[in-house]
């Protein structure tokens, strides 16, 4: 039992015993940062940081939710018409497998503003995965539970959202999350193919100024940054599923 | 009983998308509150009849007339054999989706749901949800859920076929209380002769290929029936008439 705490927490003070050493090895060139040292450019920095963090926050959260609901949308209208279906099936499975930092130069080509253009990019890398799920997930309802609708007589939109929404809620989750942890990583390369012409700097551009700097100890931290955003809005998503679905599963890692 | 029946199945066939005939020229008059029994080899089209009369599947080819005319949804109920429930609600959303799916508020029918919960003593478990259910609880509730629309006739498709032998006969004489206090028109596919002697007035015995009435054998024995009735020779007698027919169709099968 106390294992399953001892033994991360030894993998972590390897990790950063490691980290430190190859650190302390690399001192003359300077590229690779030790933990305390990346521990203090976030501290010295935090005010720059957390703004920069901010900015890209708002377009991101608002490109991540858009892309969720247009996704759930979409995916009704593919799972009703066969037709959509068939033209749509195969470029969702090729864009959503597209790496991110092919769709950032979109933000480029039409450069409103930096809100847009992240929250654009983020749309998109976010988008096509929950398509991705939720179509297959919505059309794969129980037969029994379609036929108990069919005879209450129940109309199209109770169908959707009393009973093939809630029955898709453990892989649409599942793929929520995943979008979740794509979601800081598009604003951020959006930000930093982008920003420039933005007036106050999101990470991106804040990444570009501290590469300029040779500020590596910056660079270390604001990726950490950056990573634990991506972390704190999938675990927000995994608390929201296991609360939805603890009572339906046969454990709470049954939809993880 | 009235003259008029309240289902008359008239020169009915069923062919599937694939051409094969499932059901020929079946015809069959049940009456108001009869309890009819349907058994026979698998694959006969015992499911398929019990679908036709609850409008699940389109008939290819003569007609089924419910008593009273109106909307079929609004008169019959179907159990399905897997219970159907819905693992996001518990016993007592479960049992009011087919008044929820009419429209009707929480509050209005919190009555109505309370009254079958005690019909089929599961008040206890109200708030459960099926995972924490025991077999016989899913089936109590499901037959819950088909009685709260108070239907003319229930559908019932091998309800306790996932029921071990003791769960089975308290569900069968718990049935048989039921329609003591609700009447209903029944029609119950099982696979035990046992349970469709105890149960209903009339065994129809089904041939396959293309499904067809092979026998119908009465049950005169007036309701209530004990449980202590099964242990008499009239019943051994009439169970043994329906295994007897049973045995006959599967050697006609044979020989053909
Ligand atoms: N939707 C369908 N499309 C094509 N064929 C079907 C369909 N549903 C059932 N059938 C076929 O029709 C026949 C009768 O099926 P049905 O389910 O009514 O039999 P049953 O008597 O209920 O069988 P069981 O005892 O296994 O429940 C079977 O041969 C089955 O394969
Ligand atoms: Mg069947």
């Known amino acids: 039992m106390n294992l399953k705490f001892i033994l991360p927490i030894i993998v972590a003070v390897i990790f950063f015993g490691v980290w430190g050493c190859l650190a302390f090895i690399n001192t003359d060139l300077n590229v690779l940062p030790g933990p305390i040292a990346t521990w203090k450019a976030l501290w010295a920095d935090r005010g720059a940081l957390f703004a920069a963090l901010g900015v890209d926050t708002a377009a991101m959260l608002l490109g991540f939710f858009l892309a969720v609901t247009l996704g759930v949308l979409t995916s009704i209208a593919l799972m009703t018409y066969q037709g959509l279906r068939l033209a749509f099936a195969p470029w969702v499975t090729i864009l959503r497998m597209a790496p991110?930092?092919?769709?950032?130069?979109?933000?480029?080509?039409?450069?409103?503003?930096?809100?847009?253009?992240?929250?654009?990019?983020?749309?998109?890398?976010?988008?096509f995965?929950?398509?991705?799920?939720?179509?297959?997930?919505?059309?794969?309802?129980?037969?029994?539970?379609?036929?108990?609708?069919?005879?209450?007589?129940?109309?199209?939109w109770q169908e959707i959202t009393m009973l093939r929404l809630p029955h898709a809620l453990p892989q649409l989750l599942t793929a929520i999350k995943r979008a979740a942890i794509y979601a800081p990583m598009a604003a951020i390369v959006t930000d930093y193919l982008a920003g420039l012409m933005m007036k106050k700097p999101g990470l991106g551009q804040l990444l570009g100024q501290y590469i300029d700097a040779q500020n590596y100890a910056g660079v270390t931290a604001l990726?950490?940054?950056?990573?634990?955003?991506?972390?704190?809005?999938?675990?927000?998503?995994?608390?929201?599923?296991?609360?939805?679905?603890?009572?339906?599963?046969?454990?709470?890692?049954?939809?993880? | 009983m009235t003259t008029e029946p309240q289902l008359r199945i008239e020169g009915v066939s069923k062919r599937y998308a694939n051409g094969k005939a499932v059901l020929e020229n079946f015809s069959l008059d049940i009456q108001n509150e009869e309890f009819v029994a349907f058994i026979g080899p698998r694959g006969c089209g015992k499911s398929t009849i019990l679908r036709l009369i609850a409008g699940l599947t389109p008939i290819t080819s003569g007609q089924i007339q419910h008593a009273g005319g109106g909307d079929i949804n609004q008169r019959t109920s179907y159990i399905f054999q897997e219970s159907a429930l819905l693992p996001w609600r518990n016993v007592e959303?479960?049992?009011?989706?087919?008044?929820?799916?009419?429209?009707?508020?929480?509050?209005?029918?919190?009555?109505?749901?309370r009254d079958v919960l005690k019909l089929w003593d599961i008040n206890h478990v109200s708030n459960r949800f099926p995972l924490q259910l025991t077999p016989g609880m899913k089936v109590r509730t499901s037959l819950a859920r088909g009685l709260i629309t108070q239907p003319r006739t229930l559908l019932l498709d091998e309800p306790f076929a996932a029921l071990d032998a003791i769960a089975r006969n308290k569900l069968s004489a718990d049935l048989m209380k039921v329609r003591q206090k609700r009447h209903f028109t029944a029609c119950l596919v099982t696979h035990s002769a046992a349970e469709a002697v105890f149960l209903a007035n009339r065994v129809v015995v089904l041939a396959a290929n293309p499904g067809r009435i092979a026998e119908i054998i009465d049950v005169p024995e007036s309701y209530p029936r004990k449980l202590e009735w099964r242990e008499t020779d009239a019943f051994q007698e009439a169970v043994n008439q329906v295994r007897n027919a049973l045995s006959r169709v599967q050697e006609d099968a044979k020989k053909a």
Do not use: Q
């Open chain 2, 93 to 113: 959303s479960n049992v009011g989706l087919p008044l929820r799916l009419r429209g009707l508020k929480a509050a209005a029918i919190s009555e109505r749901i």
């Open chain 1, 100 to 127: 991110i930092i092919t769709l950032a130069p979109i933000a480029i080509i039409a450069p409103v503003s930096s809100f847009v253009s992240v929250l654009i990019v983020t749309m998109l890398a976010c988008f």
């Open chain 1, 223 to 256: 990726c950490i940054l950056a990573a634990l955003t991506g972390v704190v809005m999938a675990g927000t998503v995994h608390a929201i599923s296991y609360w939805t679905l603890m009572h339906w599963h046969d454990n709470e890692h049954g939809h993880a």
């Open chain 1, 129 to 156: 995965p929950v398509v991705y799920v939720a179509t297959p997930a919505l059309m794969a309802t129980d037969k029994p539970l379609l036929d108990l609708f069919t005879t209450y007589r129940a109309s199209y």
